[in-house]
């Protein structure tokens, strides 16, 4: 089984939709959860830490249930400028960063 | 400006032909790592590095190898380089993973072929 796993898409909306974005990962020690944003070819950047009671930031909002050992990314509004490839990263402390391969998204006018 | 550094960005080379990648972090985080990403396969981690002289092999360590003299530097090499070795390879650094909440820091990017 793999440690991470995510829908690779594609995805492809249209301007102003909201897409959602689910990861379910292995490890039940797991102790922080992220979701990163990489652009074509370029280097993955943190988008936001996704925390037990959910958190918002703008449009983008973070859900963690450990129960269910999963984790959703919630994009409202979707602008052009969201298209790219979205990482759910998992981290058990002391020990490396586990990445998902990443679910793209691609937003359409 | 904070930043991870990685040189060079893009580089070909043949067969066998030794070469280095360095990677340096002006954060003065303690951990630092190499990934490859290919396409269909994500991000995999190669090495990482938790301090000064400690480096531990990641899931697909097989062929390269590391050094950890400064806090800053972490420099990837690649002894004898084949052709399954191409790939995108990022550095990435971060304060402290015994730290929870702890965002990775990626550099650039380099861009290798190896013919």
């Known amino acids: 089984r793999k440690e991470v796993e995510q829908d690779p898409g594609p995805f492809n909306v249209p301007e102003g939709a909201t897409v959602a974005f689910n990861c379910t990962y292995s490890n039940s020690a797991s102790q922080s959860f992220f979701w990163y944003r990489q652009d074509c070819r370029k280097e993955p950047k943190l988008l936001m830490s996704v925390y037990s009671s959910g958190n918002e930031d703008g449009r983008f909002t973070a859900q963690l249930n450990r129960a269910s050992q999963y984790i959703s990314l919630l994009i409202r509004d979707s602008k052009l400028s969201d298209s790219a490839t979205y990482l759910c990263?998992?981290?058990?402390?002391?020990?490396?960063?586990?990445f998902g391969k990443g679910t793209t998204l691609s937003v359409s006018s | 400006e904070a930043q991870v550094t990685q040189n060079p960005r893009y580089l070909i080379t043949v067969t066998g032909k030794k070469l280095t990648v360095t990677c340096s972090q002006n954060?003065?985080?303690?951990?630092m790592s190499w990934y490859r990403q290919d396409p269909g396969l994500g991000l995999r981690q190669i090495y990482y590095?938790?301090?000064?002289?400690?480096?531990d092999k990641g899931d697909v360590p097989e062929g390269y190898k590391v050094s950890r003299k400064e806090k800053r530097n972490f420099p990837l090499i690649l002894e004898s380089p084949s052709p399954n070795q191409t790939s995108l390879y990022f550095c990435a650094s971060s304060l402290n993973t015994g730290i929870s909440y702890n965002e990775q820091f990626f550099g650039p990017g380099t861009r290798l072929t190896v013919l």
């Open positions: 990263v998992v981290n058990q402390a002391g020990t490396a960063l586990i």
């Open positions: 590095s938790m301090n000064v002289e400690v480096t």
């Open positions: 954060m003065n985080h303690e951990y």
